[in-house]
């Protein structure tokens, strides 16, 4: 079993809709949650990152954590073409010069204008 | 003002062929890392470097050598490569906080 598991897609939406997307992870002991965001042929940036259960919004994306059932979600309103790309979840714990990130395999997600 | 950078972007090379893949960044981070990304867009730890020493080395053969000649870069080298090695690596470096920023990858074909 892998330590993060990730909804793989492909996912094509109208423009505008809602999107949800989402990983579960294995290890309870995980500390902190990351969204990265990777558009064709570049690499990964962070979109979203939060340590605790719950909700945290940013603009159009919002990042939920429920540690009880270990799942992590992110919700994207309002897709836009420009949200195409391949979405990861990421988990790690805190460890400073041994921090390592440990990912989902990826959706992709097309928006459709 | 590129932040983390890899040269070169492309390499095909045959197999049994040694290789290096050189990375550099500018934001006074003091931790460098290695991923693989394979196919299926699975990214995947190699390597972490502190202040040029080896922290992480996650089973990866020796045919793959990391070398830190100062805390900015961060190289790979690999030696008789395989058909498995195509792939591509990324770049990554980190500083006080646990937000990795990535390379824009190198992509690997191993004919």
């Known amino acids: 079993q892998k330590e993060v598991e990730q909804d793989p897609g492909p996912l094509s939406v109208p423009e505008g809709a809602i999107v949800s997307l989402n990983c579960t992870y294995s290890?309870?002991?995980?500390?902190?949650f990351m969204w990265y965001r990777q558009y064709s042929r570049k690499g990964p940036e962070l979109l979203m990152y939060t340590y605790s259960s719950g909700n945290k919004e940013d603009g159009r994306f919002t990042a939920q954590v429920d540690k009880s059932s270990k799942y992590i979600s992110l919700f994207i309103r309002d897709s836009q073409p420009s949200d195409s790309a391949t979405y990861l979840c990421a988990t790690g714990f805190y460890g400073g010069a041994t921090n390592k990130l440990i990912f989902g395999t990826g959706t992709l997600l097309a928006v459709q204008p | 003002d590129t932040a983390v950078s890899q040269t070169p972007k492309y390499l095909v090379t045959q197999m049994g062929n040694d290789k290096s893949i050189k990375c550099e960044q500018n934001?006074?981070?003091?931790?460098m890392y290695w991923y693989k990304q394979d196919s299926k867009k699975f990214l995947k730890i190699m390597f972490s470097?502190?202040?040029?020493?080896?922290?992480i080395n996650e089973t990866v053969p020796n045919r793959f050598s990391p070398k830190s000649p100062d805390k900015a870069h961060l190289n790979l080298h690999i030696n008789s490569l395989e058909l498995g090695d195509s792939a591509v690596y990324f770049c990554a470096s980190s500083g006080d906080t646990d937000t990795q920023y990535f390379g824009p990858g190198t992509r690997l074909t191993v004919l």
């Open positions: 934001l006074g981070h003091d931790t």
């Open positions: 290890n309870s002991a995980f500390q902190y």
């Open positions: 470097y502190n202040n040029k020493e080896l922290i």
